[in-house]
């Protein structure tokens, strides 16, 4: 009896550290200086950003890698972090390892990362940028109009108009994005 | 020879008060701190915000910008201008239309999208800041295009 | 052997159950939904908050009452979080149950919150709001003015200046603040 | 009766022309919809953004705000433009401070702090839109104060 409290606690302290460990490794794989560690990253996309509004702007409030590619939520976190395994995959083969061969590959990421924020009904822009703190009155005449006006009357969502505003666009992408639907 | 050098220093004396003068005027962005001083840096003129089209001041004037244009980009592959002020996007934005005359070559001939040499759409339209002019002028705007 | 191994896996969940569930609840009690839960929030400073900046802006962003009241680290939050308990004590008692009890308590309060936040430099500020994200050309000139030269002059944090942009400023607040070196 | 008649209904006429002149110049917020229609909203127009100090315009005028007061409270506890403008803060601050005539009653009396009469800076000193005159004026300011 004795023993089976002391082997009891052992799994216990076991257990904590373990789901403590899991989740501090998970939290330091959703970091920017996680994600700039690929050189892919680091050198096309990271530097686009750094000429964005979600980069430097006027209240220093910024948005980092994760805050727009990663779900807050847990389960959805999990999911996506689950997918990223194939990043990995194409990390070791070498699928973008420099900048002619990511420019050619450019237009199909950006669709699937434009089809998932769709799908989710830009969940992630929404997790910093609520409808409800939006303050139209402070906005430019053509930002009232395309967020009280026409964005309600057509059902879109954030992501629908705002694509390019924090990466490159890919060229052709317009048309290509109609075709997907986007 | 001295007769040559009388009228010579003279005009070159006028040059020179004439630069003097002029250089008093027409300031660098650092004004008249020496070079071994630290100037002020100039005044910060943040850009204008959205406003109702501005109204032209002659004819064959390239209408300004009156919005934002902050990270728009025009290069090789993306023409953000053109997101909204292409034909097929105009109305749906509720934009200016760009204008049929950039369709055309340097030789007259129309072409099926928009010049090259017009592709650069900064280049001509600019936007505004709330700025003092430079230079006062006195310049109307022919009746044909002042409302 | 056997038993003892499945005692350990017991063990283990309790464990990881144990842990997730503090930490979730944890999360909870991090929530504007919860501080206003109590009428002393949800009367007072919540309601003077929803006039600010924070509350409703032109890109929608943000900030609820942890946000700036609770840090973010884990043992900082922790702390905070047992000294907290005091406010349970007083919740019980009383103290601040009226608007006018509220309102008598407010300058200690206020004392209280701008000494914690700038004995540790902001940090609550600057988890949002980071200095090299700030462009200051998009300020207006007296913040520009602050923020380049005379908060680097003077070696200031930014609860140094930025008082009572969340909620009311006490009576007399100026010369109390000067009189606790705030 | 009768001879009376006839420059009444007269001048009547002259009135409701004269009204419906001045109905169709001077404009409700909601302009000429009718009440059982939804009119468009006014357009919006954004506070002016902080600026040098804005010239009088004639002895007397109170000082226009140069720069955004948005959310700066003033009441009976708390004076937001004091904690620049006042006698004790304005230098750090480098603004400009508030005015002797602020701490005189309407008796001519001086007072030791902000004359009551004084304290509500906005009843006086008002920021700027960048907004069209309703209406044209060619008032000039006096020598004294245009610099």
């Known amino acids: ?182 | 020879m001295k007769k040559r050098f009388v009228p010579l220093s003279f005009l070159m004396l006028l040059l020179a008060t004439t630069l003097t003068l002029y250089a008093e005027e027409l300031q660098s962005l650092r004004g008249n701190t020496p070079l071994s001083e630290e100037s002020m840096p100039a005044e910060n003129k943040p850009w204008a915000k959205d406003s109702e089209p501005i109204a032209r001041n002659y004819v064959q004037q390239p209408p300004l910008i009156p919005h934002l244009v902050e990270g728009y980009v025009v290069n090789i592959k993306f023409n953000k201008c053109m997101s909204c002020h292409s034909w097929t996007n105009y109305q749906q934005n509720r934009a200016t239309k760009i204008s049929q005359t950039h369709f055309k070559d340097r030789d007259g001939n129309d072409l099926a999208t928009v010049s090259p040499r017009r592709y650069f759409c900064t280049q001509c339209h600019v936007p505004q800041v709330n700025a003092e002019a430079l230079i006062e002028n006195t310049f109307k705007p022919v009746e044909a295009v002042s409302q």
């Not at chain 1, 990511?102 to 989710?120: D, N, T, V």
């Not at chain 1, 309600?152 to 290509?176: F, M, R, V, Y």
């Open chain 1, 1 to 182: 009896m004795k023993t089976s409290f002391k082997v009891l606690v052992l799994g216990f302290i076991i257990g904590v550290m373990f789901w403590g460990g899991f989740n501090w490794t998970l939290e330091l794989t959703n970091t920017e200086s996680f994600c700039i560690s690929c050189h892919e990253m680091k050198e096309n996309v990271y530097m686009e950003y750094q000429n964005t509004i979600h980069y430097n702007n006027r209240s220093g409030v910024r948005a980092t890698c994760p805050d727009c590619h990663v779900p807050k939520e847990w389960l959805y976190k999990i999911k996506r972090k689950i997918q990223a395994s194939n990043e990995l995959y194409h990390k070791v083969l070498g699928t973008i390892d420099t900048p002619e061969k990511f420019e050619a590959k450019r237009l199909e990421l950006a669709l699937h990362e434009w089809q998932r924020m769709k799908s989710a009904d830009s969940r992630e822009c929404r997790n910093c940028h609520d409808e409800e703190s939006m303050d139209y009155t402070k906005q430019g005449r053509r930002a009232i109009y395309a967020h009280s006006e026409e964005a309600k009357k057509t059902d879109k969502t954030c992501i629908d108009c705002h694509k390019g505003i924090a990466h490159s666009l890919p060229a052709n992408w317009e048309q290509a994005a109609k075709d997907a639907g986007l």
